[in-house]
């Protein structure tokens, strides 16, 4: 295969890749996501006043 044949061949699996991640976004990434398992949650403890007095 001569270098057109590769440039043709490259740009055709880039297009195909292109397309392939707008089909997957339009029909998969704007769905609104719930979480049904469990939820996480992000807790910082902090110092109260009665436990520095110990």
């Known amino acids: 295969m001569n270098r057109t044949k590769y440039r043709a ?3 055709s699996i880039v ?3 292109v ?3 707008i089909f997957y976004y339009v029909y998969t990434g704007n769905q609104e ?3 049904k398992d469990g939820t996480f949650v992000w807790h910082i ?3 109260a006043p009665e ?3 110990a």
């Open 51 to 53: 436990h520095l007095a």
């Open 15 to 17: 297009l195909a890749a």
């Open 19 to 21: 397309a392939f991640g």
């Open 45 to 47: 403890e902090s110092i």
């Open 9 to 11: 061949w490259l740009i």
């Open 33 to 35: 996501k719930t979480f």
